[in-house]
């Protein structure tokens, strides 16, 4: 069966970011011109995956309004002569198929995926954090389906890391088998530096089978009572195998205000129409004269 839909988890409060996520979503934040959250979308349309599936909160309409149509702003821009802006502005509203589901309790990125269940039914499905910004040549979720038709089981999107970071993640403990995939046997999350069994972390791109549902179902509330995504990865594989896929993309982590930051400068000094301006005024920054 192919996968046809992703769930993308945005309900989250962003505490990290507050007073700022009291009225605005953090996956709303811009770097610099583009929300967050459609630098993900996009990442689902580049892959053929259209049924974008949000599942959010009381407070994340900002993020509906982003994906509407907007025909007075349209109209506006098209008596402006700003045919460019009407261009992106009209693509990412018609070409992205949003489907808007309320967890209207805060239980966890596990009972997020759980509450997508009547609309994703019993097909694989892909899962995307929306705070985490991939830059690859390849579309690593294009990786992950052609792993899923081979094998016919989930697959969860790994990325090495320092050693030193290994306790900020999710770490995967498995058997390479061929290339950059694996079969995983364990996942420890946010181990200690001695206890972490590899350097692999999962990513925030996961490949489901409906089979995690059944998981979720009887997965027992956590740390905070909440249900956690890894608990339930942790069951299914008592069931079936579960696959991991090494990638080599650039993993920009937003969901932290230092992350946030570093992503913002990078992607500016990506820019070529503010790469020479900025590398000016950081080197302003850094070089100050010398006090006497």
């Avoid at 507050?18 to 934040?29: G, I, N, S």
């Avoid at 700003?82 to 808007?100: C, G, H």
């Avoid at 530096?193 to 791109?205: D, H, K, T």
Wanted: glycine share 6%; aromatic share 8%; charged share 30%.
């Amino acid at each position: 069966m192919e996968v046809r839909k992703a769930v993308l988890p945005v309900a989250g409060w962003g505490t990290r970011f507050l007073p700022a996520t009291k009225a605005m979503p953090k996956e709303m934040f811009p770097i610099i011109d583009k929300p967050v959250i459609q630098f993900i979308v996009e990442e689902c349309l580049d892959a053929g995956i259209d049924n974008i599936i949000f599942v959010t909160g009381r407070h994340k309409r900002p993020i509906e309004h982003h994906f509407d149509i907007n025909t007075d702003l349209e109209k506006h821009l098209e008596n402006c002569g700003k045919t460019q802006l009407l261009k992106n502005i009209m693509e990412i509203s018609r070409l992205v198929n949003p489907i808007y589901i309320r967890q209207k309790e805060q239980l966890g990125l596990g009972h997020a995926v759980l509450v997508s269940e009547p609309t994703v039914g019993y097909e694989p499905f892909i899962v995307c954090l929306g705070d985490v910004i991939l830059k690859d040549e390849e579309s690593v979720l294009t990786k992950m389906m052609e792993v899923y038709r081979r094998f016919g089981k989930s697959v969860i999107a790994v990325f090495e890391v320092e050693e030193r970071e290994v306790s900020k993640y999710g770490i995967i403990d498995g058997r390479h088998i061929e290339r950059d995939i694996h079969i995983i046997d364990d996942l420890i999350e946010k181990p200690k530096i001695e206890e972490a069994p590899s350097r692999l972390a999962i990513v925030g791109r996961y490949l489901f089978t409906p089979k995690i549902f059944e998981k979720l179902k009887v997965t027992p509330p956590g740390r905070g009572g909440e249900i956690q995504l890894t608990d339930a990865i942790k069951l299914l594989l008592e069931e079936e195998a579960v696959y991991a896929i090494k990638i080599n993309s650039k993993v920009y982590d937003t969901g932290t205000p230092m992350g946030y930051l570093q992503t913002m400068i990078e992607f500016a000094l990506q820019r070529e129409d503010l790469r020479d301006d900025l590398t000016k005024y950081l080197r302003g920054l850094l070089i100050q004269p010398t006090e006497v």
